[in-house]
């Protein structure tokens, strides 16, 4: 069965710190890798994403690493801070698929 | 913005009851989905659409109907709810071309007892 692998379940940084959150994935047709962001009371919001054709994309202070050998990526938060406070999904799909695949979650809180 | 909602936030309904889960979106787009988001689960997809009276089996279907009849709407039907129903459902729509660049509704919090 695909799959995608998150970790950790939750986390818990102080305020400027950095959060990383890790996904491995094992369908290697997967060319299409999202980060969707959920605050309580709200649905997920699409944030970052990478496809595996390069290693790293940045926005703003959020980062993805790509490791297409490994078949692992990662979300850096540079500067944490209280207001990212949510839910992070990984995903995976393959493009012009419609079955996008959701690590289990990640819930983030930023220490003041 | 692209906005999706979710006819209901809270439904609590009875084992054996018949439930209708409704969803609007009103940005034109062609592919319509229908997650669950349980703890621990992360979202998982029970069916989608890719155009009106279109509809395709998800990772999670048993249980569970959908209809399209219109464009910009996109129902989940429950025939008989059971309490392993329980859940969040979560609404979702892309422009053509996949399921890339989902954006999600609020969510509906549905308590089978």
């Known amino acids: 069965q695909q799959q995608v692998k998150q970790s950790p379940q939750s986390l818990i940084v102080q305020k400027g710190g950095i959060s990383i959150i890790n996904c491995a994935y094992e369908n290697t047709a997967f060319d299409y890798f999202p980060w969707y962001q959920q605050f309580p009371g709200k649905g997920p919001a699409l944030l970052i994403a990478?496809?595996?054709?390069?290693s790293e994309k940045k926005e703003g202070r959020f980062t993805i690493s790509f490791n297409k050998s490994a078949k692992q990526f990662s979300l850096h938060i540079m500067d944490s801070q209280p207001g990212d406070s949510a839910t992070y999904f990984c995903?995976?799909?393959?493009?012009?698929?419609?079955?996008?695949?959701f690590g289990a979650g990640t819930r983030l809180f930023v220490k003041a | 913005d692209v906005k999706v909602t979710q006819s209901s936030r809270y439904l609590v309904k009875r084992t054996g009851e018949k439930v209708f889960l409704e969803c609007v979106q009103d940005?034109?787009?062609?592919?319509m989905f229908w997650y669950r988001q349980d703890p621990g689960l992360g979202l998982r997809l029970i069916y989608f659409?890719?155009?009106?009276?279109?509809?395709e089996k998800g990772d999670i279907p048993e249980g569970y109907s959908v209809s399209r009849e219109k464009k910009e709407r996109f129902s989940l039907i429950l025939e008989s709810a059971s309490t392993n129903q329980t859940s969040m459902y979560l609404c979702a729509s892309s422009l053509s071309g996949g399921g890339e660049k989902l954006f999600f509704g609020s969510g509906t919090q549905l308590s089978v007892l």
């Open positions: 940005m034109d787009h062609e592919n």
């Open positions: 995903a995976a799909i393959n493009t012009g698929g419609f079955k996008t695949i």
């Open positions: 659409s890719y155009d009106v009276k279109m509809k």
């Open positions: 990478i496809r595996p054709d390069v």
